[in-house]
Each structure stands twice: as structure tokens, then as C-alpha cells.
């Protein structure tokens, strides 16, 4: 693995670090030996290609990924603490057809009252709160089904900020999202990382983005490949390589 000039030591802010990290599924080694360190309150990106493991090494971050190595996380006097983790899963999808609105989403995810009850007051303001630190109040009474792919990231974006996490885990949010959109939602989560001093690790294919947003670029080819700022990881030998580039960068 190839580390550029952005790997730096601690010292007393939190940090998430992957070390050595290999993960099999049957036979075949999805990962081996990679490498991650993200600071606090930092933006940091997987890309690769398909099937390299970007997915693998965030689910292996989750738990819901047997892996031998370290993840570990550490807060200045709580080393030990098991940090809040908020996730936005990959592309999910909902029947247009069915009538669950954004209020009742939360209401299932939140809350053990059913939600064919409806929602009492207070939960419906508990909502309505969630939504506006995404700036999307307005979607609480909008069938999930029928939201556009920007709306449904935003919505899902509320739901993985209640609590407020420290290390927010995003797979593809930019997937299904149009340009316009995608600027907004880089914007709203540059704004969500400063507002609350959290980690953004997401991964993507839509490297336009990098330069502007992201503090930090981990390149995946079943390892950490390199990592750097965005400049110089998309710029290097190993980015050309990996996606069979003829010189120049992006």
C-alpha cells in the first residue's frame, strides 16, 4: 500500500483505525491487510472498482462482517467506548404502491407503538425534528415510495443522525441521485460534519465530487491500494492503473 501525506498521528482527537484487516467469505479473500485511518469531524472516501470491497470493509466496521485485524475507535479519556455509529445502506428500495409515508418509516424505526395507531404528538415532533437537520421537514407526510432518489437519501440521512452518531457509514449515497442533487446532498453532509464534529465514511463512484468535499481518499483493490488527499490519490500511478486510465487525471 502506497500512504501519501495525509496519514498523520492523533494526538488527543478521535479517530476510527482499521488495521491489517482481511476478510474471507468462503474461499475467496475479499480484503487483506487494509489500512484506514479517519479522523474526527473528517470526510473520507472509498473508491475502487466493482467487486474490489468497498462494501466489505464498511460492513466489517458495522460488525456485520467476520474479519480478523483491528478496527478500533478512540476518544481522548474513552478509549475503551464503543462509538454511536449511524448507516445509510445501498439503493434501497420501495414499493410505490404502498402507502407508507415518511412519518410512518420513522414511526417503525423509532417507536414500538404500530404505526397503523398513527403517530402521538410528541413522536410526530420527534420527526419532524429529525428531518430538519437534513432540511427536510416537508417530506413527513410524502409516501416513501413515490420520494425521488435525492428525497430518500435525505430521509434515510435523518434517520441514521437520530442519535446523532460519532462515525457516519454511507454506501453509494450518491447512487440514484441526479446532478443537481448530489450537490445538495454533499453540501448538507459538509454541513452535518461540521454542525455535529462527526467522521463521514462513505463510498462512491462519482469522483467529481472528491476534490471539493472530501478530506481524505482511500483507494480499494481488495487492499488499500493508496490513500491521500483526493488530489493526489487521483492523480497517482496506482488510480491510472486500477481504473486502466492513459495518463492525465481527473
Not at 502506497?2 to 484487516?21: A, I
Not at 430538519?132 to 434515510?156: A, C, F, N, P, Y
Given at each position: 500500500m502506497?500512504?501519501?501525506?495525509?496519514?498523520?498521528?492523533?494526538?488527543?482527537?478521535?479517530?476510527?483505525?482499521?488495521?491489517?484487516?482481511s476478510?474471507?467469505?468462503?474461499?475467496?479473500?475479499?480484503?487483506k491487510?487494509?489500512?484506514?485511518?479517519?479522523?474526527?469531524?473528517?470526510?473520507?472516501?472509498?473508491?475502487?472498482?466493482?467487486?474490489?470491497?468497498?462494501?466489505?470493509?464498511?460492513k466489517?466496521?458495522?460488525?456485520?462482517?467476520?474479519?480478523?485485524?483491528?478496527?478500533?475507535?478512540?476518544?481522548?479519556?474513552q478509549?475503551?467506548?464503543?462509538?454511536?455509529?449511524?448507516?445509510v445502506?445501498?439503493?434501497?428500495s420501495?414499493?410505490?404502491?404502498?402507502p407508507?409515508?415518511?412519518?410512518?418509516?420513522f414511526?417503525?424505526?423509532?417507536?414500538?407503538r404500530?404505526?397503523f395507531?398513527?403517530?402521538?404528538?410528541?413522536?410526530r415532533?420527534?420527526?419532524?425534528?429529525?428531518?430538519?437537520?437534513?432540511?427536510?421537514?416537508?417530506?413527513?407526510?410524502?409516501?416513501?415510495?413515490?420520494?425521488?432518489?435525492?428525497?430518500?437519501?435525505?430521509?434515510?440521512?435523518a434517520?441514521?443522525?437520530?442519535?446523532i452518531?460519532?462515525?457516519?457509514?454511507?454506501?453509494?449515497?450518491?447512487s440514484?441521485v441526479?446532478?443537481?442533487?448530489?450537490?445538495?446532498?454533499?453540501?448538507?453532509?459538509d454541513?452535518?460534519?461540521?454542525?455535529y464534529?462527526?467522521?463521514?465514511?462513505?463510498?462512491?463512484?462519482?469522483?467529481?465530487?472528491?476534490?471539493?468535499?472530501?478530506?481524505?481518499?482511500?483507494?480499494?483493490?481488495?487492499?488499500v491500494?493508496?490513500?491521500?488527499?483526493?488530489?493526489?490519490?487521483?492523480?497517482s500511478?496506482?488510480?491510472?492503473?486500477t481504473?486502466h486510465?492513459?495518463?492525465?487525471?481527473?
Open positions: 502506497k500512504e501519501l501525506s495525509h496519514d498523520r498521528d492523533c494526538g488527543q482527537s478521535c479517530c476510527l483505525r482499521v488495521e491489517k484487516l476478510v474471507k467469505i468462503g474461499n475467496d479473500e475479499i480484503l491487510n487494509a489500512e484506514l485511518h479517519v479522523h474526527c469531524g473528517e470526510l473520507a472516501a472509498l473508491i475502487g472498482p466493482n467487486g474490489a470491497g468497498k462494501s466489505t470493509l464498511l466489517a466496521i458495522l460488525g456485520q462482517r467476520d474479519y480478523t485485524g483491528v478496527i478500533a475507535f478512540s476518544q481522548p479519556g478509549r475503551s467506548k464503543k462509538p454511536r455509529i449511524g448507516y445502506p445501498q439503493s434501497p420501495f414499493d410505490p404502491s404502498e407508507i409515508s415518511v412519518a410512518d418509516l414511526a417503525c424505526c423509532m417507536s414500538r404500530p404505526a395507531l398513527g403517530l402521538s404528538k410528541s413522536m415532533q420527534t420527526v419532524k425534528t429529525c428531518l430538519q437537520r437534513v432540511h427536510g421537514e416537508d417530506l413527513i407526510d410524502k409516501r416513501v415510495g413515490t420520494l425521488s432518489g435525492g428525497e430518500l437519501q435525505r430521509v434515510l440521512l434517520l441514521a443522525l437520530e442519535p452518531p460519532n462515525i457516519l457509514i454511507l454506501d453509494e449515497p450518491l440514484g441526479d446532478v443537481e442533487g448530489m450537490n445538495a446532498l454533499m453540501d448538507m453532509l454541513e452535518i460534519r461540521k454542525t464534529d462527526l467522521s463521514i465514511l462513505m463510498t462512491t463512484h462519482d469522483f467529481s465530487m472528491l476534490p471539493r468535499y472530501a478530506d481524505q481518499v482511500a483507494l480499494i483493490d481488495h487492499t491500494v493508496c490513500k491521500g488527499t483526493p488530489q493526489e490519490v487521483l492523480s500511478e496506482a488510480f491510472r492503473r481504473f486510465m492513459q495518463g492525465g487525471s481527473l
